[in-house]
T-cell receptor, first 111, second 114 residues
Framework: DAKTTQPTSMDCAEGRAANLPCNHS???????VYWYRQIHSQGPQYIIH???NNETNEMASLIITEDRKSSTLILPHATLRDTAVYYC????????????FGAGTTVTVRA | DVKVTQSSRYLVKRTGEKVFLECVQD?????MFWYRQDPGLGLRLIYF???????EKGDIPEGYSVSREKKERFSLILESASTNQTSMYLC?????????????FGPGTRLTVT
């Protein structure tokens, strides 16, 4: 599986965009990039995923570089409720269901 | 709204007790999962079920068993609880096939074995 590298922590001002980077330089052609988050004392929550193209949903946008070696999760207007640990994951194949989280990025949104 | 529920948020058991953790999903998902999450070790898969009565071992199945008699319910059983099974236990579900590549999680059960 491709390994991912994320910053340990970052702060963001409420109402501003939060840009969360993830490096996955060993990613192969058929591996998807997934983002989950985990708010304190809650179960993880799926945010978004992508393969090559940029993706957007009601929660966030995912920007994947052309060489696919890195990606950025964008929370367009961060709120205090977005304070959480964010995990970037690379999924090796559509039939691989096993999720494995690393340390992730602890995002703190400040008023 | 999709929902995965777990039988308890907090549980305290004694060493050697048999422990049942139950998970129910209301999304008609084919796949269900049990993970444990520990500080510094991240999220680890214990067991996975892709259909009623079907199961596959995850990365750390030792000391655990599972049961899936109905599609919506997936139980995790600790046959003889030990202190090293003190952890946060998370249940998840997903659809089968490529459309089910993302998982919905329950709130978790924090189990303490004394």
């Amino acid at each position: 599986d491709a390994k991912t590298t994320q910053p340990t922590s970052m702060d963001c001002a409420e109402g501003r965009a939060a840009n969360l980077p993830c490096n996955h330089s060993t990613i192969s052609g058929n591996e998807y990039v997934y983002w989950y988050r985990q708010i304190h004392s809650q179960g993880p929550q799926y945010i978004i995923h992508g393969l090559k193209n940029n993706e957007t949903n009601e929660m966030a946008s995912l920007i994947i570089t052309e060489d696919r070696k890195s990606s950025t999760l964008i929370l367009p207007h961060a709120t205090l409720r977005d304070t959480a640990v964010y995990y970037c994951i690379v999924r090796p194949s559509p039939n691989d269901y096993k999720l494995s989280f690393g340390a992730g990025t602890t995002v703190t949104v400040r008023a | 709204d999709v929902k995965v529920t777990q039988s308890s948020r907090y549980l305290v058991k004694r060493t050697g007790e048999k422990v049942f953790l139950e998970c129910v999903q209301d999304m008609d998902h084919e796949n269900m999962f049990w993970y444990r999450q520990d500080p510094g070790l991240g999220l680890r898969l214990i067991y996975f079920s892709y259909d009623v009565k079907m199961k596959e071992k995850g990365d750390i199945p030792e000391g655990y068993s599972v049961s899936r008699e109905k599609k919506e319910r997936f139980s995790l059983i600790l046959e003889s609880a030990s202190t090293n099974q003190t952890s946060m236990y998370l249940c998840a579900s997903s659809r089968a096939g490529p459309a089910g590549l993302w998982q919905y999680f329950g709130p978790g059960t924090r189990l303490t074995v004394t």
